[in-house]
């Protein structure tokens, strides 16, 4: 006969500690989650009310056309022997003032001299029975020896100054010879390459700002007088016009043949106070600021100025720092001003150094 199987009773009192157990990690569980769920609150929270800066910068405009070169005399002759021969004398010296017509240096003309003075005594003895025709071909050869003796002259063109001088007494010249310089700098001129695409922008009279290194890059003003009305190409391939420039009034440091760079002014330099759009608020539609020191709220004028920005026509100076009142709603915002393309038009931040955030106006956090 066989027992039957014996079975154990269940036991109640670690069923009831099992379940104390997983209530405890529960428990615990929630209170890790609950704890996590304050800590991102309070950190988004912190993120939420982070102020953001931005400057209003002062900006300089210039419509211009950059231009290099090298200034000359209002006049200028250069000192030759019109025909050969021996220097006789020498009126002059370097930097001495002459006038127009004045004899600056004789060659020996004792032969032309005899010439003319035998030909006046031909036209002398046959003047009652010389022909008409005979009495002119006799004048015009007269004429012809007093150029001669005037060929053994070098003679001042206009008035002026000196500027070189190398011959002296007894020395022996061919004709075209050089041996000096005559000027004229009552002013200054020069001629300066303007590019094809903008002659359209050259007015006559417009204000020329030339920088001369000999003068530690101080400036000098001149203007425009004119350009021919054709074109010419450079051996680079490049189609450029000729402007003509002057300066009336230089220091007396700048002498003819001076290097310089400078502009043409195209129109007037303008400045305006540049500031991100999203430093503007709006209250019953009208615009305003608020700087960052006080929070005080300004009103504004403005004009927009690109994609991201405004011009501040009036109420703000340039220089403040403005609180942020609208959230750019996407990143990677165009940043590009209008007008950086034109290599001719030049914006210039005054403010000095790099711009809050990486571009003019911020954004960035102080």
């Known amino acids: 006969m066989s027992c039957p199987y014996l079975t154990r009773a269940p036991n109640k009192e670690g069923i009831m500690k099992k379940k104390i157990k997983i209530i405890l990690i529960c428990v615990a569980a929630l209170v890790v989650i ?9 950190v988004l929270s912190s993120k939420g009310t982070e102020k953001v800066y931005y400057t209003a910068n002062v900006e300089t405009y210039e419509n211009i056309i950059e231009i290099s070169g090298t200034v000359t005399a209002a006049q200028e002759q250069t000192l030759q022997a019109r025909s050969a ?10 930097g001495d003032k002459v006038k127009k017509g004045d004899v600056i240096i004789q060659l020996d003309d004792s032969e032309q001299l005899y010439n003319l003075e035998k030909q006046e005594y031909n036209m002398a003895t046959k003047r009652l029975t010389a022909s008409e025709r005979e009495r002119k071909l006799l ?50 001129t020069a001629e300066v390459e303007v590019t094809e695409t903008d002659v359209s922008k050259l007015k006559v009279g417009q204000k020329v700002t030339f920088i001369f290194p000999a003068l530690n890059k101080k400036t000098v003003e001149g203007y425009v007088t004119g350009w021919p009305a054709i074109g ?6 490049a189609t450029v ?37 999203y430093a503007i608020g709006y209250e019953n539609k009208e615009p ?4 960052a020191k006080g929070e005080q709220k300004k009103s504004v004028k403005i004009q927009p100025y690109g994609m991201e920005y405004v011009k501040v026509l009036e109420g703000l100076e340039g220089g403040e720092v403005l609180l942020q009142q609208s959230t750019p709603k996407m990143s990677g915002m165009n940043r ?31």
């Open 241 to 277: 016009v000729k402007v003509k420039l002057r300066i009336d009034d230089y220091p007396e440091a700048i002498l003819p043949n001076f290097s310089f760079t400078g502009k043409i002014e195209i129109s007037p330099t303008e400045e305006y106070v540049v500031v991100s759009r």
């Open 139 to 188: 004048e015009t050869e007269r004429n012809s020896l007093l150029q001669k003796v005037e060929d053994r002259k070098v003679i001042a063109t206009f008035d002026g100054i000196i500027a070189d001088l190398d011959v002296a007494v007894g020395d022996s010249l061919e004709a075209k010879d050089t041996v000096g310089t005559l000027v004229n700098i009552d002013y200054l």
């Open 288 to 291: 305003y600021v608020v700087l």
């Open 85 to 94: 021969g021996t220097v006789t004398a020498v009126y002059v010296k370097a």
């Open 34 to 42: 609950a704890a996590g769920l304050v800590v991102l609150k309070t």
């Open 336 to 366: 590009n001003r209008p007008g950086n393309s034109n290599s001719n038009n030049k914006n210039k931040n005054n403010n000095g150094g790099g711009f809050p955030g990486g571009f003019p106006g911020g954004p960035g956090p102080m």
């Open 232 to 237: 010419e190409v450079t051996s680079r391939g």
